[in-house]
């Protein structure tokens, strides 16, 4: 039986069209109200908002929503799938994998977990807990349980998706039921997890006879403005904050961002939507001898070519499932078995995907392909994330982030490669605007209390969100009970910030800082070389409780100052190398030790 009749359903998705989630929960709770008055029916449940008959809403089948995010957007998708799954009629629950209890999986009837994997396959700190208690030898059996799993990844590492790959596995391993297959997504998720959320509610069974198969769109992170509709920020400032000695230029650059939709708090990230060089690909096009105004299709509409490979697709990097597509493409090409002994060589193939692009696929690996064929092949053009940068309290109305422009040459090719957004940005002039929006990064926010203890570790670029944390709290007056480990290569021409720095410590906003700048002597320093340095006091701050902070690469700087974390806490206390990383795995799950690393 169905009490909304086609236009009825047309009236209240287009009302409830453009509310976040929120929003959505206090509807859903309303109708639920008013479909509750005594003496109603369904029937004459009638809104004075909407004039529409309101979805039943008795109590279903009762399913928990899990998410273990990094960056929101595992968050941002949980908690639309939760509004949706209670729209259609379930008895739906959210709760982060940080704040949920694992022992609690003995009394759930079906769970969805959607989370995340960071780095080469890592979990998201907060889900860490969960993560290792449900692939330990401590976990029960979960013969009753129902799951599904969403895992969200980038395909340009290895271990793509792994995290929800683990979690599909152990939960099955536990005896739990698959109620719907694991689905991994990449950095374009967007109609994938559509999609998703549509099969998820498919498979759920509420107890009404009215089943509302309402959709809503993802979460963005802020009210209006996401992937697929960027602000258009006004760049207000670009500043080299190196000197011609430098090896290697950073670039600081202010952006006006006037709508108040576009709040942010320090530790947020600016994503930032970039074009292709130009002569990538005019190269491109010349190699593939294809008709720049051939007309392609995208996701997005229908694009000339020339259009699509500037604006539209990834172009400048590859990854493992862009090379197995386009060999599948050329299986009947010379250098199809060529390609694919590659693909076979794990190795080989990392290698290769180390700084290759389009161009070099197409020269290495010739074949015959149609132009719809390649561009089917590709992935969308993302934007790219900067750590901000700024305080929105001191520089109302802006938003700055650091860049450093990437050029480099690939093995005896001696043509130049460029880094997209870095040096797309690095060439705007001051009016110029770029397509941006916020993304919350619940992961790397300063303590709740101004007077909390903080260490900063950054070398580069990753010191930016650190200037954020540190005008963020000269704006709440706080006074000392900080302390910035900064690394790069000279002191001369690369102090990124020095001046700032210098004030802050003047002021006692900044209670210390240890710098390394590795080339300036002989034998290299970095920072972990000054930790250890400052082994007894770093052990002392992190048992009065500071919260550790560290932004950079991941397999380098965030490895390596990892590594001597662990060496510190096991000399200082006397504890092994292995109880001393679990007292680090325990503070990442208490927020005490947290990580912005790429």
Request: aromatic share 8%; with cysteine; charged share 25%.
């Amino acid at each position: 039986m169905t009490l909304l009749n086609q236009q009825q359903i047309k009236n209240v998705s287009a009302a409830v069209d453009g509310l976040d989630p929120m929003q959505l929960a206090w509807v859903s709770g309303y109708f639920s109200g008013l479909s509750a008055q005594s003496g109603n029916t369904l029937e004459n449940s009638i809104t004075d908002s909407l004039g529409q008959v309101s979805p039943a809403t008795q109590a279903g089948e009762k399913i928990t929503v899990l998410y273990g995010s990094q960056t929101g957007n595992s968050k941002s998708i949980a908690e639309s799938l939760h509004t949706a799954l209670e729209l259609n009629g379930n008895q739906a629950e959210l709760k982060n994998l940080l704040d949920y209890r694992p022992q609690q999986l003995k009394k759930e009837q079906k769970i969805i977990v959607v989370i995340s994997t960071q780095g080469n396959g890592e979990a998201p700190d907060e889900a860490l807990g969960f993560y290792k208690y449900i692939t330990s030898d401590r976990a029960p059996k979960l013969e009753n349980l129902e799951f599904a799993v969403l895992g969200l990844g980038d395909s340009s590492y290895d271990d793509y998706c792994q995290t929800g790959k683990d979690v599909d596995s152990a939960l099955e391993n536990l005896g739990a039921k698959r109620f719907h297959y694991r689905v991994d997504v990449d950095l374009d998720f967007e109609d994938d997890v559509i999609k998703w959320k549509k099969d998820i509610i498919s498979k759920t069974e509420p107890k009404s006879d009215t089943v509302v198969s309402f959709a809503p769109k993802l979460a963005s992170t802020t009210d209006t403005y996401s992937e697929s509709n960027p602000y258009q920020a006004e760049i207000l400032n670009v500043l080299d904050l190196t000197t011609a000695e430098s090896t290697q230029n950073a670039y600081h650059i202010e952006l006006a961002v006037e709508d108040a939709s576009l709040s942010y708090e320090a530790g947020d990230i600016l994503a930032v939507l970039p074009d292709n060089q130009d002569e990538l690909v005019d190269a491109l096009i010349s190699k593939l001898d294809f008709n720049a105004n051939e007309t392609v299709t995208l996701k997005k509409g229908q694009f000339k070519l020339r259009d699509a490979f500037k604006h539209h697709l990834e172009i400048a990097n590859l990854t493992a499932n862009v090379v197995k597509t386009y060999a599948g493409f050329i299986k009947s090409s010379p250098s199809s078995e060529a390609l694919q002994t590659l693909l076979d060589d794990k190795e080989a193939l990392k290698d290769y995907l180390n700084g290759s692009d389009l161009l070099n696929l197409i020269s290495d690996y010739p074949g015959e392909i149609s132009t719809q064929d390649l561009v089917a092949s590709l992935r969308p053009l993302i934007s790219r994330q900067y750590s901000i940068a700024s305080s929105e309290k001191i520089h109302e109305e802006e938003v700055h982030i650091l860049i450093k422009p990437v050029t480099y040459t690939k093995g005896d090719d001696d043509r130049k490669h460029y880094g997209v957004a870095s040096n797309w940005l690095k060439d705007k002039q001051m009016g110029d605007t770029v397509p941006v929006h916020i993304k919350a990064n619940s992961s790397f926010k300063l303590p709740e209390y101004a007077d909390e203890k903080i260490i900063m570790i950054g070398a580069g670029t990753g010191v930016a969100p650190f200037r954020s944390f540190l005008y963020e709290r000269e704006n709440q007056g706080a006074e000392g009970n900080s302390w910035l480990f900064f690394g790069e290569q000279r002191f001369r021409s690369d102090f990124l910030y020095q001046t700032e720095w210098q004030k802050f410590l003047k002021d006692g906003t900044l209670e210390k800082m240890n710098v390394a700048f590795s080339r300036d002597q002989e034998e290299k320093v970095y920072i972990q070389h000054k930790l250890l340095e400052e082994a007894a006091s770093v052990y002392e701050w992190i048992q009065q409780g500071a919260t550790l902070y560290i932004c950079g690469d991941i397999n380098n700087l965030a490895k390596d100052v990892h590594n001597t974390l662990i060496q510190i806490i096991s000399e200082q206390s006397g504890k092994s190398l292995e109880e001393a990383e679990e007292q680090l795995d325990g503070m990442k799950i208490s927020k005490k030790y947290q990580r912005d690393v790429y």
